[in-house]
Structure formats: structure tokens, C-alpha cells
């Protein structure tokens, strides 16, 4: 895997075009999620609104995709999000993005903060040993390499925006 692919290249349009895809089922999950954005964890996403939002990630998926390793870690990221935001968005949409979150609200305060923690910490913990099992067994610019670091970085995400949630209540 080349370290750098040149504008319109082969190799360019090829991680271009998993981008798109990749931060696309990421943006319609969240909008099929939380249309509104009142559920949205990051904060810089829920600043931006879908707009500025789509505009951000077309130019990050334009200049990411010159870098094939770089991009295949933001679509593996990617396309995890977007699996965890399609698992719970059944029930967002069922009950409407309020009363979803006053349901999350209420459920956390029944709970102590180390059930909690213990419960995110054992998803991202786990998830993430897989992904460093594919980084550690995978050469240097591989496939496996950008795979296990985009579960990793999945992994990191879902940790820090959980902890967001419960540092925020």
C-alpha cells in the first residue's frame, strides 16, 4: 500500500470512494438516529449541523483519501459507528430523540457511576484487544494494520463519548 496516492489516481479514487461511503452511513445512521441532533455525542458535530457537517466531511474525505493507509482507518472507524448508531436507533426513533434521552437519563440515575463505567470499559476494552491483536500481527502499511487501528480508534471513541455522557450528568 503506497504511502501517498496522487489526486484522481487509481488508488485515490479506490480510498475516495470508501470514504464517502464509509462517512456517509455514518452521517444517515445518525440522522436516522437523531435527526435532530439532539442525541449526537460530539459535540463539534452538533455545532456543525448537518450542513457544515456534510461539507467537513466531503473535504476530509477529499484530502484523507490521498493517504490510503489514513483513509481505511477512517472507514473502518466509520462504518463501527455507524453499526453502534443502527443498533439503538430503532428505539430513538420509537420513542422520539426526548424521551429517548430523559429514558437514558433515568436508567443512569438507577445505576451507580461504576456500573456504568464497568459496562463501557468492558464493550471498548474488549473490542479494543481485538483491534491491537490485528495491529501487533500486521506489518508496517498493510490492510490488517489500518483494519485494527480503525478498531482501536472506534474502541477510544466509544470510551471517551460514553464518559462524555456521564461526566455531562
Known amino acids: 500500500m503506497d504511502d501517498f496516492a ?9 480510498t475516495l470512494g470508501l470514504l464517502v461511503f464509509a462517512r456517509g452511513m455514518d452521517f444517515l445512521s445518525t440522522w436516522f438516529a437523531t435527526p435532530t441532533l439532539v442525541l449526537e455525542a460530539n459535540p463539534l458535530a452538533k455545532w456543525l449541523g448537518w450542513k457544515w457537517g456534510i461539507a467537513c466531511n466531503l473535504l476530509l474525505c477529499l484530502a484523507t483519501a490521498h493517504w490510503p493507509l489514513a483513509g481505511l482507518i477512517l472507514v473502518t472507524t466509520s462504518l463501527l459507528v455507524a453499526a453502534r448508531n ?16 430523559l429514558m437514558v437519563g433515568e436508567a443512569m440515575s438507577r445505576t451507580n457511576r461504576r456500573s456504568y463505567c464497568v459496562s ?5 476494552l474488549l473490542f479494543g484487544l481485538v483491534g491491537l491483536a490485528v495491529v501487533v500481527s500486521s506489518d508496517w502499511s498493510s490492510l490488517p494494520l489500518a ?23
Open 6 to 14: 496522487a489526486f484522481a489516481s487509481r488508488d485515490y479514487l479506490i
Open 86 to 101: 443502527f443498533k439503538s436507533a430503532w428505539l430513538m426513533r420509537a420513542l422520539g430523540e426526548r424521551d429517548y434521552s
Open 120 to 124: 463501557v470499559m468492558g464493550e471498548t
Open 147 to 169: 483494519i485494527g487501528t480503525g478498531m482501536l480508534a472506534y474502541a477510544v471513541a466509544v470510551a471517551f463519548y460514553s464518559l462524555l455522557v456521564l461526566w455531562r450528568r
